[in-house]
């Protein structure tokens, strides 16, 4: 059996004491969300935090609010809550499917939207869809508040922007504009338990439902530290009428944009293989998606 | 240092101390001696640990007993009536779903709690509940057809 070591736990019953606290800390306090990533690597013994401090009894944490067409997800609400949301689902189907996707229904019942961020897997499930999206993570800490993109969030495995003693408090998804499709497919050796060998998040807008793409959107997982844009292949989007050719053409220009690695996982001409099939499903898809269904579809 | 927690397991009430580095898993075979939950692999891979927690299947292995303050927890021992058992587990008996028994406690709680919500569901709906659930000796196919049976029966 795999034995925690000693550590004390607090449970703060607002924001400003749970900041109070971590400050205090120095570093040597630690968030607890779901648990679902901190305490395997507790149990591995790769982390060693002094105390945890739970933010279940801070109020606002567990909610998804929706306004014109733009989502505010709390950092707390869980991975379920995500793939099981009508809301959700309806405004940004390209979330849902990767909430649906990540673990099992077990973990996804207390993983949470805003431990899958802090804990920067690169092959995480959620900051691909949510990259694409063009969501912002909201930061608090004692006595100073921001918003960051998520994209530049990440700053390399298990690394990103959040300085200890911050919070992350909410993900603020805005509302896609009107003919926007989009699609996530992860490839994983199994459907459930399977952390992505490869995963590629898509989207893009018409500028009117047979026109040209005036943005589009490619994010590439598990082929970098982190999550990347396939920057040359959005380029060749841009200004362009869709079409299988274009999207072909595209889907090999983003082999270049990423630099897999090869592990037990997978080899990396393999992930590169299929950086480029994934591409070129998820772009006609989200073509699909955009030139069919007016005010968003991702 | 200890916390005293409070939570309710199979309907009852307790109200002990544990020290924040103990599982949900160790506290309720140590403390409870509640053995039915059983650990496999103790970082969520296996399910073996599976238990109910506020409605929701979890694995108890990365549960922290002391994060469980104020929960309504399920065990396999509170799944049956009295001595007759669940129709979930009179399923599995019948129909083969069982042969070591190590994963089934965890089997059975991710299926009963699928068909809580969804008392029909359909093949994939069952393999997608019991994805986190791993079995060494059945092939999940006896699974699978013993969840569909339940189902069936539970209808009635
Ligand atoms: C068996 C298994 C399978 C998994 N499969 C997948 C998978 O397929 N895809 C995938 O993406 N992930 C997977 N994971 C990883 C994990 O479940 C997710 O990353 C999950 O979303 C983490 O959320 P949590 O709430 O459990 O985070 P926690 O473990 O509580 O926290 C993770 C990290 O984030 C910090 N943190 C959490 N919340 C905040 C906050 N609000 N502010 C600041 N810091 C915070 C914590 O301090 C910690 O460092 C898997 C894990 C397991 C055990
Ligand atoms: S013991 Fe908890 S999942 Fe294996
Ligand atoms: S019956 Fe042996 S592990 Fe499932």
Do not use: W
Not at chain 1, 59 to 83: C, F, K, M, P, Y
Not at chain 2, 15 to 37: F, H, K, M, S, Y
Not at chain 2, 52 to 58: E, H, L, N, R, T
């Amino acid at each position: 059996m795999l034995l925690l070591p000693k550590f004390d736990y607090e449970e703060p019953k607002s924001l400003p004491e749970a900041l109070a606290m971590l400050s205090e800390l120095r570093g040597k306090g630690r968030v607890i969300a779901g648990g679902t990533d901190l305490i395997v690597n507790m149990k591995k013994g790769t982390v060693k935090p002094a105390c945890l401090v739970s933010l279940k009894k801070v109020d606002g944490l567990r909610e998804i609010v929706g306004e014109n067409g733009a989502l505010a997800i709390g950092s707390h609400v869980t991975v379920s809550q995500i793939a099981e949301s009508d809301q959700v689902a309806s405004a940004f189907p390209v979330l849902a499917r990767s909430a649906s996707g990540l673990g099992s229904p077990l973990i996804r019942n207390r993983a949470t939207i805003g431990g899958n961020i802090v804990t920067a897997r690169p092959a995480a499930d959620l900051p691909p869809a949510l990259i694409a999206l063009g969501a912002q993570v909201e930061l608090r800490g004692n006595g100073k508040d921001r918003k960051v993109p998520l994209d530049g969030f990440f700053t390399g495995p298990g690394s990103s922007v959040i300085e200890p003693g911050e919070v992350l408090t909410e993900i603020i998804v805005p509302a896609a504009p009107p003919f926007t499709g989009g699609d996530y497919i992860k490839l994983g050796h199994r459907a459930a338990l399977e952390i992505a060998i490869v995963a590629v998040a898509s989207r893009l807008t018409l500028d009117k439902p047979d026109g040209v793409i005036v943005d589009a959107r490619i994010v590439l997982s598990s082929v970098a530290p982190t999550a990347v844009h396939a920057v040359s292949a959005e380029k060749a989007l841009m200004g362009q009428r869709p079409s299988e050719e274009l999207f072909a053409g595209a889907a090999s220009l983003a082999v270049a944009d990423c630099s897999p690695i090869t592990d037990i996982r997978g080899g990396a001409e393999y992930r590169r293989d299929m950086v480029n099939t994934l591409v070129k499903r998820t772009l006609l898809k989200a073509y699909h998606d955009a030139a069919g269904v007016k005010g968003g579809g991702a | 240092m200890k916390k005293l927690i409070t939570f309710r397991v199979n309907d009852r009430e307790y109200e002990i101390a544990v020290a924040p580095n103990r599982t949900l898993t160790q506290v309720l075979r140590e403390d409870l001696n509640l053995l039915g939950t059983k650990e496999g692999c103790g970082v969520g891979d296996c399910g073996a640990c599976t238990v109910i927690v506020d409605g929701k299947p979890v694995n108890s292995c990365l549960v922290l007993a002391v994060q469980a303050d104020g929960s309504d927890i399920t065990t396999i021992e509170g799944v049956a009536r009295g001595d007759s058992l669940h129709t979930v587990q009179q399923t599995f008996v019948e129909m083969g779903a069982i042969q070591c028994g190590f994963c089934t406690p965890g089997m059975v709680l991710s299926a009963t709690s699928l068909l809580d919500k969804n008392p029909r569901p359909t093949e994939r709906e069952v393999r997608e509940a019991i994805s986190g659930n791993l079995c060494r000796c059945t092939g999940y196919q006896k699974i699978v057809e013993a969840v569909q049976e339940a189902s069936r029966r539970m209808k009635k």
